[in-house]
């Protein structure tokens, strides 16, 4: 079934609208290779050999993998990649063959089946393109790559392969990151958060965290860390199953000294109904642990859910409530009569009322 390029360039091709597109380095291919320490150089051919791809920027947090056929597949919140490394002398025209329609692919490089077969998720196919790129960031110089970009028509979806078909069982998106893609999602997710939040409907439920191995002397802190909104039918469970990762690296930024270092299943998150501080500070509630979503369920759209994360003012000493390893109160409930530094006041007003 596949279709030779020559074949696109035919008027009136159904395929018209995915004509590659070329994307040559503005730089000269030899110098910037002779301009990249060969350690650097060294390093990232290692890279490759202990088969761990480069991340895509702004892709960290999202799953990638080599391809079998040769080259290798990686994400960020938008696109899924393909990138596979053109043998010595080999053409675009001539060596490769792509196919991209009723969710599937076909790609063939200078004789090598690359993939074949229905994608995992779907795409956007008059929007994804591919493309011969002379200098692959991250990839060892001196070899070129033929490209594959592939808009997800679900953003944020963590694929586990780039084939596969009907991949409703990976219940896991990736809203946030590190750096920017962390920054931008947390503007997102908060604007979310306080758009659902004037809903009636809406859930809320407060977020607290915990190393799952914390030093002897702190362990029973539980560490106050945001809030998460769910839309209609969304609970505060299901919100912050899409947002682990925004969530967790949101601990890792505001308490780095608890946090830092500590990958994602080694942070256990907790909740309490929504602005429930005052309670829970007065020992009333037992925090429930969270527990990614049964797998065959389905996660609500990033526009379903919301977050707003907690802030220190400098100096601020963070809102932690003493649990033991159930989520219970060490102790019996009590009138709080101190009030609490920092934000905490505000809870101490009425509730907004809706
Ligand atoms: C325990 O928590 C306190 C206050 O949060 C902190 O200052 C201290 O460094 C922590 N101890 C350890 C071993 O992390």
């Given amino acids: 079934m596949a279709v030779q390029l020559a074949a696109l360039l035919l008027p009136g091709a159904i395929l018209c609208t995915f004509l590659p ?6 730089a000269p291919h030899i110098r910037c290779a002779a301009g990249r320490p060969a350690l650097l150089r060294a390093r990232a051919a290692a890279r490759m050999e202990e088969r761990i791809p480069p991340s895509l920027p702004e892709g960290e947090k999202f799953r990638k993998g080599l391809l079998s056929g040769g080259g290798f597949w990686r994400q960020t919140a938008r696109l899924l990649q393909i990138a596979v490394p053109m043998p010595e002398g080999a ?12 969710g599937e692919i076909s790609l063939r490089v200078a004789g090598a089946s ?10 956007r196919a008059e929007l994804s393109e591919w493309y011969v790129e002379e200098e692959l960031a991250g990839a060892p110089a001196g070899t070129r790559y033929f490209v594959v970009d592939l808009v997800k028509a679900s953003p944020h979806v963590d694929w586990s392969s780039p084939l596969g078909g009907g991949g409703g069982e990976e219940a896991r998106l990736v809203i946030g990151g590190v750096g920017e893609a962390q920054k931008k999602a947390t503007a997102q997710q908060l604007a ?4 659902l939040r004037k809903l009636p409907a809406t859930s809320l439920a407060d977020v607290y965290a915990r190393p799952i191995s914390p030093p002897a002397e702190n362990a029973t802190l539980c560490y106050f860390i945001g809030k998460v909104a769910g839309d209609h039918f969304v609970d505060g469970a299901a919100a912050l199953s899409a947002q682990e990762v925004l969530v967790k690296q949101h601990a890792r930024l505001l308490l780095p000294y608890v946090f830092d270092g500590l990958e994602d299943e080694a942070i256990d998150l907790w909740l309490a109904p929504g602005n429930s501080e005052v309670r829970v500070a007065q020992n009333e509630i037992t925090l429930s642990r969270w527990a990614l979503l049964p797998k065959p369920a389905k996660l609500p759209g990033v526009a379903m859910c919301g977050f707003e994360p907690e802030t220190h003012a400098p100096g601020e000493v963070p809102f932690v409530a003493r649990r033991d390893a159930s989520g219970a109160p060490l102790t019996g409930p009590f009138q709080a009569n101190i009030q609490p530094p920092g934000r905490l006041s505000e809870f101490l007003d009425p509730p907004p009322t809706v």
């Fill in 21 to 26: 597109v070329m994307k040559v380095c503005g």
């Fill in 91 to 102: 053409s675009f025209k001539r060596d490769v063959q792509i196919e991209l329609r009723n």
């Fill in 192 to 195: 979310t958060y306080q758009a």
């Fill in 114 to 123: 690359i993939a074949q077969g229905p994608l995992q998720h779907s795409v």
